[in-house]
């Protein structure tokens, strides 16, 4: 998987003190465990950063982390909350929490969601502060990368990319075709209904989805097609906007999927 950052950023701790680290390397005798910065995404409105986790301890070390007691600074003056942490294959949110045992020497995954205020538009992250335990860690400068995506393309999940094919005029109804290519090695559960997209044209009117056709499977309404995406195999389909075929320039096409909000302009 490509990386964004050419140099990873490594941050090890001491559980037993509150300390405040920056962006380099720490090597401290009494540290056990080790922060691997590996990616930072947007992803629709959410931004999300990515770690690897390390127990470099002679013994099992249990750490409780907390959904929303991180924090992210802009440098602009505003202050985001995160609202989702995953650690290994535990999605905690709000005020929850979990407690993980880390054993000697074996990484685990996890990840540090934001999502409010437009913070998926963030270039630079000027403080990223996480709290596990009683300890604080402290990143600064960490830019923002924005991938160069195919046209019409969007990354609805994580190496997840949706990418609108063609535009065209079913009678008085305009259909989106789309397909879903899943980069990532393991199988992904998409979920996708009929009536959770809608496209503004350039006469400002707003048109919803009434129809979606999906891994050989049709729906309408608010009714809903769940499909398991095989890595690197595209599945097709289409959504369909009645009475849209007038639109003579699609201004904005949204969409929700895996309870995130996308966008696509000038379609």
């Known amino acids: 998987m490509r990386k964004i950052f050419t140099l990873f950023l490594f941050l090890i701790f001491s559980l037993n003190s509150i300390e405040t680290f920056a962006n380099e390397a720490i090597n401290d005798a009494n540290s056990d465990v080790r922060f691997e910065l590996q990616d930072v995404k947007s992803i629709g409105e959410e931004l999300r950063f990515y770690f690897l986790i390390t127990n470099t ?4 070390t249990v750490l409780m982390i907390r959904a929303n007691e991180h924090k992210l600074f802009d440098g602009k003056g505003n202050e985001y909350t995160s609202t989702v942490v995953f650690v290994g294959e535990e ?36 403080l990223l502060q996480i709290k596990v335990n009683n300890a604080f860690i402290r990143l600064k400068d960490i830019a923002v990368a924005k991938p160069k995506l195919e046209k019409n393309t969007i990354e609805i999940e994580k190496d997840v990319f949706l990418q609108i094919t063609e535009i065209k005029v079913e009678g008085d109804n305009l259909r989106f075709y789309f397909k879903v290519t899943n980069k990532t090695s393991k199988d992904i559960k998409l979920i996708l209904r009929a009536n959770n997209q809608r496209i503004v044209d350039d006469a400002g009117l707003e048109y919803t989805s009434s129809i979606l056709e999906f891994a050989s499977q049709k729906c309408t309404g608010s009714s809903m097609i769940t499909s398991n995406l095989v890595s690197e195999i595209p599945i097709v389909g289409y959504f369909e906007f009645s009475n849209a075929a007038k639109a003579k320039q699609i201004m904005l096409f949204e969409m929700i999927a895996f309870q995130n909000n996308f966008r696509l302009k000038n379609l």
């Open 57 to 60: 301890n002679d013994r099992d």
């Open 91 to 126: 999605k905690i949110s709000g005020s929850s929490f979990v407690k993980k045992t880390f054993i000697k020497d074996i990484p685990l995954q996890a990840c540090i969601v934001f999502k409010q205020n437009n913070v998926a538009e963030m270039d630079l992250a000027k």
